[in-house]
């Protein structure tokens, strides 16, 4: 089984309910995604989402993006173990105090690992893990969190769940709900509430961004708050960076839910070109979210075949304030999987119900021209193809910094060969040859690329 079937694998067990299998959890997730998202980032794998996803950490379902989301927890599913290898980052928060608001409660600590051995089956953890370790125990904005393995010397199984303060003991770590898996060195827990948990090991630090905004250049800048290994009251909907012994060891970002627009599933057509009703629909039902920057306003751009391609893109917009915008695409039609790897690998074979079109994201500081990665065809990763959109009225690209130096255009559009990652400069010119708007490419050079933010997980 390769390693995205893997994945994709994972975030369809994750997705099921927690902590129990059910029938068909590929066909459940595509009847759920129009619901809520989870990104969860990590490895060479499937970025994203595929309605669920990416981007990480707790909980059940969604579409949307990378392990883009650090969470301790790989699913059981078919059969697999969940638990894992320890590492020495996993060590250090094993070998760390209880940590916590909550965990000074006389008895709470001692309760908890009680009702998680009378539950071990409940959470699956095999057993050969016959020992429990508490790693945190948190009240947050209403909510009691834990979180706590089961392990011996050589591996260990992530379990935690949530529940409203004045929730009996019992009923906390029963096994019937939570989240369980793979220990994670970074995991960030309640994402989808109004604040958030995030633990890291012993002497990281772990840090929020406070703010955003779009560059000239197309990436995005941003300040940092927060810090320590265990952050409570963390905003949700925020990218997330760890740093460790001074080495940046992860960017990782959680986000909830997209509300569509209220014309989602009745648009107006595109005002440029022909885009597919259908795919009008999954580009805006499966929008998927930039942390903490609002996509207001959403709108098609444009709607067709690319030169050069075979399959039809549907091109849209979304306000994020200053002029700015996100620029989100979908290639072929049906259900669509977010995109965010810069080196994938070939579409599982065999998996009913994989989702067949592709759903790639950038950022411009302005709609004047916007550019978009189109994905691969045989694989789950961008390509070399920057599908440019310029103002109607122009009629050539030149480039600077690409391979190619010059590009035809058809009403406005057409599709550059830059290899990823790029650093370009675009000028659209008329037919007068007067420069009618310009553009810069800039890319980071990371594994993953979503909306110009550049991902990374490096725990050796």
């Avoid at 020992?131 to 969190?145: K, M, T, W, Y």
């Avoid at 793979?182 to 633990?199: D, I, N």
């Avoid at 905003?235 to 627009?261: I, K």
């Avoid at 648009?267 to 795919?279: F, L």
Wanted: proline residues 10%.
């Amino acid at each position: 089984m390769s390693t995205l079937e893997e994945r994709l694998r994972e975030e369809l067990g994750r997705s099921v309910a927690g902590v129990r299998p059910a029938p068909d959890p590929l066909g459940r997730l595509l009847r759920r995604r129009r619901r809520r998202r989870v990104w969860r980032w990590g490895g060479p794998a499937l970025g994203a989402v595929i309605a669920a996803a990416l981007l990480g950490g707790q909980v059940l379902v969604a579409p949307a993006g990378p392990e883009p989301y650090p969470s301790p927890h790989r699913p059981f599913y078919d059969g697999q173990p969940l638990d894992e290898p320890l590492t020495e980052w996993t060590r250090r928060i094993l070998d760390a105090p209880v940590r916590g608001n909550a965990a000074a409660e006389p008895g709470l600590v001692d309760a908890i690992a009680d009702g998680l051995r009378a539950a071990a089956g409940n959470w699956r953890a095999r057993p050969e893990l016959d020992r429990v370790q508490v790693l945190f125990v948190a009240d947050v904005g209403g909510e009691r969190v834990f979180g706590a393995v089961f392990h011996d010397d050589r591996r260990a199984l992530y379990v935690g769940s949530s529940a409203p303060m004045g929730t009996p003991v019992a009923e906390l770590v029963d096994g019937h709900s939570g989240e369980m898996g793979a220990l994670s060195p970074f995991s960030v827990h309640l994402q989808e509430g109004p604040a958030t948990v995030a633990l890291a090991p012993p002497g990281c630090s772990a840090e929020w961004a406070a703010t955003t905004h779009v560059r000239p250049d197309g990436t995005l800048a941003r300040t940092w708050a927060g810090g320590g290994d265990f952050v409570t009251n963390g905003p949700a909907n925020r990218l997330w960076r760890v740093t460790c012994d001074g080495v940046l060891r992860e960017t990782v970002y959680s986000s909830s839910p997209v509300t569509p627009p209220k014309h989602a599933n009745s648009p107006p057509p595109a005002p440029r070109g022909y885009a597919d009703p259908d795919m009008v629909k999954e580009v805006l039902w499966s929008w998927p979210a930039i942390p903490d920057l609002e996509a207001r306003g959403r709108r098609i751009l444009w709607g067709g075949t690319p030169p050069g391609e075979l399959r039809p893109v549907v091109v849209a917009l979304g306000d994020l304030g200053d002029g700015a915008v996100q620029v989100c695409a979908v290639t072929g039609t049906g259900d669509a999987l977010l995109v965010d790897f810069v080196h994938g690998e070939p579409p599982p074979a065999n998996l009913r119900g994989y989702p067949t079109a592709r759903l790639t994201t950038a950022v411009a500081p302005s709609d004047a021209m916007v550019a978009v990665r189109l994905p691969a065809d045989d694989r789950v990763e961008l390509s070399e193809r920057l599908l440019v959109l310029a103002p109607p009225e122009a009629t050539e690209l030149r480039i600077d910094g690409g391979q190619d130096q010059h590009v035809a255009l058809s009403g406005g559009v057409g599709v550059i060969i830059a290899p990823v990652p790029a650093s370009l400069s675009i000028e659209a010119l008329d037919t007068s040859g007067r420069t009618v708007a310009t553009l810069s490419v800039a890319e980071p050079h990371t594994g993953h690329i979503f909306a110009g933010e550049g991902l990374m997980r490096d725990w050796p």
